[in-house]
Structures are given as structure tokens and as C-alpha cells.
Nanobody, 117 residues
Framework: QVQLVESGGGLVQPGGSLRLSCEAS????????MGWYRQAPGKQRELVAR???????NYADDVKGRFTISKDNAKNTVFLQMNSLEPEDTAVYYC???????????WGQGTQVTVSS
């Protein structure tokens, strides 16, 4: 069974930075599109950033210019560098792995990010 393990969440002041990591196992990492989603209390889960198997990226409008998604295929890991964090970024952040050709999608357990002074 595919496993996605997130780390790097925590409490940070507005304007601060965090780097989330998601290590994948039991999958052929380079075949998957990888993404970060977030879910704030009382809201639906939403896409934050995605990186395709080929390395193309896309971002939600409200994080463009502040967040950067990247991956290390050798380490089966995807990252989310978050800068200039705002209280509105507070949410549980989930790692996602998607293989559209086979209709497969997997989720990590989530990591809490809290932006507060």
C-alpha cells in the first residue's frame, strides 16, 4: 500500500516561513503527479500546489509568489516551501499522489500549519 508521510508543520508568526516535506513509499514516485492540499476548519479541502511527473507546476491564486512546490525523485519526496505566511494559511496540509491513467489517488495523514502571533 502506498504511504505518504508529511512533516514540517507547526506554529509560525505571520510573515514567517515553513517547509513541508512528504516522503512517499511503496510506489513508483516518478510516475505520479504530486500535490499539496489544505483544509481549514469549516472549509472544503482545496488544492494549494501541484507538480506533475514531468515537473510542471501550478498553484492556487492566493499562494502564487509565496509558495513553491518541488520534488526530489531520488528521495521520493515532495516539498512545499511556504514564505510570507498569513493567518489565512492556517490549515491542515495534506500530501496527495495521483496517477490519473489508472484512476489512483492517495493521501497522507496531514500536518497542521498554524500562522498566528
Amino acid at each position: 500500500q502506498v504511504q505518504l508521510v508529511e512533516s514540517g508543520g507547526g506554529l509560525v508568526q505571520p510573515g514567517g516561513s515553513l517547509r513541508l516535506s512528504c516522503e512517499a513509499s511503496k510506489m513508483i514516485f516518478i510516475m505520479y503527479n504530486m500535490g499539496w492540499y489544505r483544509q481549514a476548519p469549516g472549509k472544503q479541502r482545496e488544492l494549494v500546489a501541484r507538480i506533475t511527473s514531468g515537473g510542471s507546476t501550478n498553484y492556487a491564486d492566493d499562494v502564487k509568489g509565496r509558495f513553491t512546490i518541488s520534488k526530489d525523485n531520488a528521495k521520493n519526496t515532495v516539498f512545499l516551501q511556504m514564505n510570507s505566511l498569513e493567518p489565512e494559511d492556517t490549515a491542515v496540509y495534506y500530501c496527495n499522489a495521483e496517477l490519473p491513467a489508472f484512476a489512483r489517488t492517495y493521501w497522507g495523514q496531514g500536518t497542521q500549519v498554524t500562522v498566528s502571533s
